[in-house]
C-alpha cells in the first residue's frame, strides 16, 4: 500500500515563526503536492513537484515556500507565519505510470496547523 | 465557473436507503475521474476512479460517467452510518499530475 507520511499531526505556532512541514512517500512517486483545506473552500493547491528540484506554484503559493531535494520527500515552508495560515495542511503524492498514465493522489493524515 | 462543482449538501438519507452524489466538471478534455471520501479531521481517501463512459461497480458503491453531460455520480447502495462523510470529487483534466482539480465536497449524514 501507498503510504504517505506527515510529521506532524497537530503543530501550534506563533505568529512570524518559520514553519516546517516535511512530508515523505515510500511507493517512489513522480508527483508530490501540499494542498491546505479549510471549511467551504475545500482543498485548495499550494505547491506541486514532478520531480527532485522541481516545483510549481498552485493556486495560492503566496506565504509559501517548498523544497524537494529527494524524491521521496516534499517539504513545505511558511517563511513567516501569519494567523491567516491557519489551516489542515495535506501532503499528497502521485505517479505516472499507471494504467491510465497518470494515477489518482494519495494522501498523508494531514497537519492541523494553528498560528497564534 | 468552477473546474469541478459538486452540491455542497448536507444530504442525509436513511440507513438502508441509496445516497446518490453528483459532480458536474468544466473541461470537455477531462480524462479521469475520482471519488474520494473524507471522515472528520482526517484526510481524504480514495474510494473509486472511473475513466469510461457508463458504470463501474465496487461493492456497495457505483461510480457513472457521461462525459457528453460532463457529469460523474458516484452512489452508494444500502448506505450504513459508517458512510457519513464528505465525498470529494476529483477530475484530472488531461493528464499529468498538475491538472488534478477537487471539488469542495458534498457532506452526507446517514441516519440510523
Known amino acids: 500500500d501507498v503510504k504517505v507520511t506527515q510529521s506532524s499531526r497537530y503543530l501550534v505556532k506563533r505568529t512570524g515563526e518559520k514553519v516546517f512541514l516535511e512530508c515523505v512517500q515510500d511507493?517512489?512517486?513522480?508527483?508530490m503536492f501540499w494542498y491546505r483545506q479549510d471549511p467551504g473552500l475545500g482543498l485548495r493547491l499550494i505547491y506541486f513537484?514532478?520531480?527532485?528540484?522541481?516545483?510549481e506554484k498552485g493556486d495560492i503559493p503566496e506565504g509559501y515556500s517548498v523544497s524537494r531535494e529527494k524524491k521521496e520527500r516534499f517539504s513545505l515552508i511558511l517563511e513567516s507565519a501569519s494567523t491567516n495560515q491557519t489551516s489542515m495542511y495535506l501532503c499528497?503524492?502521485?505517479?505516472?505510470?499507471?494504467?491510465?498514465?497518470?494515477?489518482?493522489?494519495?494522501f498523508g493524515q494531514g497537519t492541523r496547523l494553528t498560528v497564534v | 465557473q468552477k473546474e469541478v462543482e459538486q452540491n455542497s449538501g448536507p444530504l442525509s438519507v436513511p440507513e438502508g436507503a441509496i445516497a446518490s452524489l453528483n459532480c458536474t466538471y468544466s473541461?470537455?478534455?477531462?480524462?479521469?475521474f475520482f471519488w474520494y471520501r473524507q471522515y472528520s479531521g482526517k484526510s481524504p481517501e480514495l474510494i473509486m476512479s472511473?475513466?469510461?463512459?457508463g458504470d463501474k461497480e465496487d461493492g456497495r458503491f457505483t461510480a457513472q460517467l457521461n462525459k457528453a453531460s460532463q457529469y460523474v455520480s458516484l452512489l452508494i447502495r444500502d448506505s450504513q452510518p459508517s458512510d457519513s462523510a464528505t465525498y470529494l470529487c476529483?477530475?484530472?483534466?488531461?493528464?499529468?499530475?498538475?491538472?488534478?482539480?477537487f471539488g469542495t465536497g458534498t457532506r452526507l449524514t446517514v441516519i440510523p
Open positions: 513537484s514532478y520531480d527532485v528540484k522541481m516545483k
Open positions: 473541461d470537455r478534455g477531462s480524462q479521469s
Open positions: 476529483a477530475v484530472n483534466r488531461r493528464g499529468g499530475a498538475n491538472n488534478l482539480f
Open positions: 511507493m517512489d512517486h513522480e508527483n
Open positions: 499528497a503524492s502521485s505517479s505516472d505510470r499507471g494504467r491510465h498514465g497518470w494515477t489518482e493522489a494519495f
Open positions: 472511473i475513466y469510461s463512459n
